[in-house]
């Protein structure tokens, strides 16, 4: 077997092993249960994985699956006209999330719910006129909150991010700007939202959170 064999098969199986929706929901678990603030007083981690599952991962993940399965859309080569009915059933995903978390109060997992709305719709507004990344844009953004909010041991994700750039553009999926641009804007949206919605350097915030955290804890035991 060729170098440029081996070099495709690898990135095929990146490129299967972490779409947006194995992202997504690694990272719905991620901090659900180990969120630094805990979920807040009214929703345990794991009401919050449940939900955070549920409305990001299998609403848009099952109709893809179904789509992928009948051969209509494909990993590698979908036309971007056949994208926008995805975008609309992620936007709904996520923009149900992002109203139950924020009823519940719970800030962590908000933060997630909507940066991937607001990513998404970014994605599909650019799709109008060109073929943005959604694999690149789909761990671009999860990278940048790993890091903001857990530091040094978060940055181990940007490997995930260089690997999948490469994977898409390997696999001629996308050019390097396309995969470039899909990671590079998701991961600004993705921190304009961590610094609305998670002030670390405010210390009456952090107090409140933990304290929140406390309660939770007594609460759910």
Request: aromatic share 12%; charged share 10%.
């Amino acid at each position: 077997m060729g170098q440029g064999s081996v070099g495709d098969s690898l990135a095929d199986i990146l490129s299967k092993l972490f779409p947006a929706q194995t992202v997504t929901a690694m990272v719905v678990l991620i901090f659900a249960f180990l969120s630094p603030i805990g979920t807040g007083v009214n929703l345990t981690s794991l009401q919050c994985a449940v939900i955070g599952i549920a409305t990001m991962t299998l609403i848009p993940g099952v109709p893809l699956a179904y789509a992928l399965w009948k051969g209509i859309v494909s990993f590698n080569r979908t036309e971007k006209e056949k994208r926008y009915v995805f975008y609309v059933i992620g936007l709904a995903g996520y923009g149900l999330a992002s109203v139950i978390f924020a009823h519940y109060s719970s800030t962590i997992m908000l933060l997630v719910s909507l940066s991937y709305f607001f990513v998404t719709l970014t994605c599909m507004l650019v799709n109008f006129k060109w073929k943005i990344s959604v694999h690149t844009a789909g761990i671009g953004g999860p990278a940048i909150a790993l890091i903001y909010v857990y530091g040094l041991p978060g940055a181990v994700s940007l490997l995930l991010v260089v690997a999948l750039i490469w994977a898409r553009v390997k696999l001629r999926a996308h050019t390097l700007p396309q995969a470039l641009a899909g990671a590079l804007s998701s991961s600004l949206i993705t921190l304009a939202v961590c610094l609305l919605l998670y002030p670390y350097w405010d210390p009456v915030f952090l107090a409140s959170s933990f304290i929140s955290r406390f309660i939770s804890v007594l609460k759910y035991a």
